[in-house]
């Protein structure tokens, strides 16, 4: 698409504003882009498109800063620079989301993502560099200097429609700007507006071309959560009043703004004027004595529904005793030179108070030398550090299970290596898998299992052991390993990615399972269990469409390598082959729940 120059842009709109007030004077409007969206925007629905395509160039508030981004060759822009978004265009970043820029290394995404999608996509990134305190203060600007002329819509047709999509999405912030300051002869927008404001004016009427994340957090509806704060913990004081419990509203996987109620003397709450709408949810967590109880399942309400719940709390522990390790699943795989490894432990607290510690909570092994160490909970950064081979952390531990997803490497320089770690807990279940590449294992403390087959036909190496006790040493020795990116998942990293949609403390250990799995490469490891029931059943749609997006993302970055000359025919046909069979797999699967209403 052929685009006009910036400045000539500017100068041509701020003459163009100039002359539009006077009814009846003909003018020559922008050039639109080529494509415009269906319907109405959506930075909402885009914020789940940019968490599962873009934050790892554009990091996570759009600073440019994700974890690819070093290895890139051009800087990524930040959309949190103002100067930069205040000059450049939708249609602009429209057009570079289609058809890409390759001297950038930004992918073309017109075959992966809908006009809609583009437009949601490119909506929700242009919002990372409109803070909410600029559209509010510009929307009482405006109210106050301009609807009267422009209406409260900003459509009135003797001036520019504001609401006309494609008129706005040729003009900047700064045309705007512009056209504020100048284009006003029979106002003096010079000394009665400052700079700020004008600015801020500009993002607001910005929100007349797309719904903003504040309309979703604004919203209103009939629905109720009402619940009562009990304490679990026998012949605990029922000191239940003042307790602050937080609701998590979320549209699909993506978490508006939190709503926080304060309980009665009785541990009572009640949370009113809450949407209704089909693909909202709310998740329940209270803060008590110094620990978050996160209610186990996300809410969902029907059109006028209240929401009976009961939160369970407990007191507080410094006594270990009742800690010990369910399960701790270790996938060991080799890519440049190295041990790539991600673990998940479950914890179990099988007492009834929350365990505090000491100034510190859990702790669990590391082998000697491991490195880029990192956790699905990002909480863990600042909550651990690591003491002598042992990551030690401070966030409590209630009743019930704790779940760690954690990944690290391990460099080796010649044919073999040993794994060795502590057991800190008594461990019901340990299990580790190793590709079976050629590599011999002698695994100490744990038992040669049948090996595990994927859906890609790789096979693992399955050691296991039960009911380890503390203070046991865990040995793997690992030799005739493979040089280079020769592993199940070659040239792939396990860095987990941390939670960004704040869902996953509701969706117990199976998704984490399934988190773990996709970590480390596909399709390497792809196992069987979509048609499982992993989850209960009002998160088994949200974990299918979240598995969704990680196909449709494996099978871009797929395309792209098979382009750039990585991948060889023959083994790109089969491998995308088996993505799509898998994505209609899925995509059947959520058929089947939308027809039984899932």
């Not at 008129?167 to 700007?177: F, G, R, V």
């Not at 003096?188 to 993002?203: G, H, I, N, Y």
């Not at 250990?509 to 009002?538: N, Q």
Request: net charge negative; aromatic share 8%; charged share 20%.
């Amino acid at each position: 698409m052929k685009k006009t120059p910036l400045i000539l842009r500017a100068v041509v709109f701020s003459l163009f504003l100039g002359v539009i007030l006077a009814p009846g004077v003909a003018y020559a409007q922008p050039s639109a882009p080529e494509e415009l969206p269906p319907q109405t925007p959506s930075a909402l629905r885009g914020q789940r498109i940019y968490e599962n395509r873009c934050i790892r160039c554009h990091g996570l508030a759009g600073a440019g800063d994700g974890e690819m981004a070093d290895q890139l060759s051009a800087a990524v822009p930040s959309f949190a620079d103002v100067n930069h978004m205040r000059e450049v265009t939708p249609a602009d970043y429209f057009d570079i989301i289609t058809n890409g820029n390759m001297q950038a290394l930004m992918p073309s995404w017109k075959e992966e993502l809908s006009a809609q999608e583009r437009w949601d996509v490119l909506f929700y990134a242009w919002s990372l560099g409109a803070p909410r305190e600029n559209i509010e203060t510009g929307e009482e600007v405006y109210t106050r200097e301009c609807a009267e002329c422009h209406a409260d819509t900003g459509d009135r047709v003797d001036a520019i429609a504001f609401s006309d999509r494609a008129t706005m999405a040729a003009l900047s912030q700064a045309d705007l700007t512009a056209g504020i300051r100048e284009g006003h002869a029979d106002v003096d927008w010079k000394d009665s507006l400052t700079d700020d404001e004008r600015w801020a004016v500009a993002d607001y009427v910005r929100t007349f071309t797309y719904d903003t994340l504040l309309e979703a957090e604004a919203a209103l509806g009939d629905g109720v959560i009402a619940g009562q704060v009990v304490n679990g913990t026998e012949g605990a004081q029922s000191e239940l009043g003042g307790i602050s419990v937080t609701v998590f509203p979320f549209v699909g996987e993506t978490n508006l703004a939190p709503i926080t109620a304060t309980t009665q003397a009785d541990g009572r709450f009640r949370v009113e004027n809450l949407p209704t709408d089909t693909d909202r949810r709310y998740g329940l967590q209270a803060a008590y004595k110094g620990v978050d109880y996160v209610h186990p399942q996300l809410i969902e309400l029907d059109e006028g529904a209240s929401a009976s719940v009961t939160l369970q709390v407990y007191g507080t522990t410094t006594d270990d005793a009742a800690i010990s390790v369910g399960r701790n699943h270790i996938i060991v795989d080799f890519a440049d030179n190295g041990l790539q490894v991600a673990e998940m432990y479950v914890f179990r607290n099988s007492g009834d108070r929350a365990y505090v510690g000491a100034g510190e909570t859990i702790r669990f092994g590391l082998p000697a030398g491991a490195q880029n160490l990192s956790f699905d909970d990002p909480r863990m950064s600042q909550s651990t550090e690591l003491v002598e081979n042992q990551v030690v952390d401070t966030l409590p531990v209630p009743p019930g299970n704790r779940q760690v997803l954690v990944s690290y490497t391990v460099p080796y320089d010649g044919q073999s290596v040993t794994f060795q770690k502590g057991i800190t807990y008594q461990t019901q279940n340990l299990n580790v898998l190793v590709p079976d590449v050629g590599v011999e294992v002698e695994a100490a403390l744990l038992q040669a299992d049948e090996p595990v087959s994927t859906q890609a036909s790789t096979q693992f190496l399955n050691y296991t052991g039960q009911d380890v006790p503390a203070g046991e040493e865990l040995v793997l020795k690992l030799s005739n390993l493979p040089r280079g990116n020769t592993g199940a998942g070659a040239g792939s990293s396990v860095s987990v990615p941390p939670d960004r949609s704040g869902t996953l403390r509701w969706f117990g250990v199976g998704f984490v399972a399934l988190a773990l799995t996709f970590a480390l490469a596909y399709p390497a490891l792809r196992p069987r269990l979509l048609a499982e029931k992993l989850l209960e059943d009002d998160a088994t749609g949200a974990v299918l469409r979240r598995q969704r997006q990680m196909l449709l993302e494996e099978m871009a970055e797929l395309d792209d390598a098979y382009d750039a000359g990585e991948v060889a025919e023959n083994p790109y046909t089969d491998t995308r082959a088996e993505i799509k069979a898998d994505l209609i797999d899925i995509m059947r699967q959520l058929q089947k729940l939308e027809e039984e209403g899932a």
